[in-house]
Nanobody, 126 residues
Framework: QEHLVESGEGSVETGGSLRLACTAS????????VGWFRQAPGKAREGVAS?????????YAEYVVKGRFTITQDNANNTVYLQMNNLEPEDTAMYRC??????????????????WGQGTQVTVSS
């Protein structure tokens, strides 16, 4: 069973926008937090943002987000969104959704701990 399913894959030009969605199973959404990581080829994985499923507390990796991304949730549909604006080529990566403990532990989450989606590709061209 896939506990987390991402959607919103796309290719945009610099300055463009994309919205990613992460739809979770009931058990995955019962985790304390759901959020996003990204990894570009040849680069280390980076945490992007997380949101607590119960209280909506949000934590961003500001050095990644730089005020351009917004994480939101739809608890009725067990879905977390990542709205990405003013995209740059440096944002090109595979974005993966994860569920587990809230930050700071969230940033250290790695499979097989927690729940993970398969990932969705974001490509930003200059």
């Amino acid at each position: 069973q896939e506990h987390l399913v991402e959607s919103g894959e796309g290719s945009v030009e610099t300055g463009g926008s994309l919205r990613l969605a992460c739809t979770a199973s009931r058990v995955a959404y019962s985790s304390d937090c759901v959020g996003w990581f990204r990894q570009a080829p040849g680069k280390a994985r980076e945490g992007v943002a997380s949101i607590s499923t119960a209280g909506g507390r949000i934590v961003y990796a500001e050095y990644v987000v730089k005020g351009r991304f917004t994480i939101t949730q739809d608890n009725a549909n067990n879905t977390v969104y990542l709205q990405m604006n003013n995209l740059e080529p440096e944002d090109t990566a595979m974005y993966r959704c994860a569920a587990g403990p809230c930050p700071p532990q969230f940033w250290h989450l790695r499979p097989p701990s927690g729940y993970w989606g398969q990932g969705t590709q974001v490509t930003v061209s200059s």
